[in-house]
T-cell receptor, first 113, second 113 residues
Framework: DAGVIQSPRHEVTEMGQEVTLRCKPI?????LFWYRQTMMRGLELLIY????????DSGMPEDRFSAKMPNASFSTLKIQPSEPRDSAVYFC???????????FGPGTRLLVL | GDSVTQMEGPVTLSEEAFLTINCTYT??????LFWYVQYPGEGLQLLLK?????DKGSNKGFEATYRKETTSFHLEKGSVQVSDSAVYFC????????????FGTGTRLKVLA
């Protein structure tokens, strides 16, 4: 199995631009999680989906952030407009409910100038 | 609400030294407990887990026992190697019957040759 796939691995953009991060979960997994990691705040859960439906988006910092999961094999996290304080590593993880264990992707390192 | 507290790092050890990283938790129910490891520039990988009281998780020489009476899940290894240098995260899952994780802040381990 290829594991969780994220793209791009690195993104550098300018303040005000739209940023889209992509995630392909492990086939057969029915939960998908988006996290953000920074030195100051550690690892934060932003949103998670079950069977493509958003279950809890209470961690989404503000309306500039949105996430979708149009099908079982693809999810996006969009930031519009981006700000320098959004600079972080964004991780996607997936799990199969019965086993609980989450499998993480390699992350997207975002730098907003 | 549910929470996880890890010892502050960084922890610096010589090769072959004994390792303990403390983790305590607060939970209203009976969560599963996890240790994840993050190597530089990579995503988190599951190291070990325990799903009920008195369970011992083990992997790659690391061990942790789910202690309900002390609400702890301390990570131990008898003899660390340089290759164990990484950040270690304690986590619990299942608050409120969900599959969300609550992560600790992470403990950075550096092993010197």
């Amino acid at each position: 199995d290829a594991g969780v796939i994220q793209s791009p691995r690195h993104e550098v953009t300018e303040m005000g631009q739209e940023v889209t991060l992509r995630c392909k979960p492990i086939s057969g997994h029915d939960y998908l999680f988006w996290y953000r990691q920074t030195m100051m705040r550690g690892l934060e859960l932003l949103i998670y989906f079950n069977n493509n439906v958003p279950i809890d988006d209470s961690g989404m910092p503000e309306d500039r952030f949105s996430a979708k999961m149009p099908n079982a094999s693809f999810s996006t996290l969009k930031i519009q407009p981006s700000e320098p304080r959004d600079s972080a590593v964004y991780f996607c993880a997936s799990s199969f409910a019965g086993l609980e264990t989450q499998y993480f992707g390699p992350g997207t390192r975002l730098l907003v100038l | 609400g549910d929470s996880v507290t890890q010892m502050e790092g960084p922890v610096t050890l010589s090769e072959e030294a004994f390792l303990t990283i403390n983790c305590t938790y607060t939970a209203t129910g009976y969560p599963s407990l996890f240790w994840y490891v993050q190597y530089p520039g990579e995503g988190l990988q599951l190291l070990l887990k325990a799903t009920k009281a008195d369970d011992k998780g083990s992997n790659k020489g690391f061990e942790a026992t789910y202690r309900k009476e002390t609400t702890s899940f301390h990570l131990e290894k008898g003899s660390v190697q340089v290759s164990d240098s990484a950040v270690y995260f304690c986590a619990l899952s299942g608050p409120g019957g969900t599959y969300k994780y609550i992560f600790g802040t992470g403990t950075r381990l550096k092993v010197l040759a």
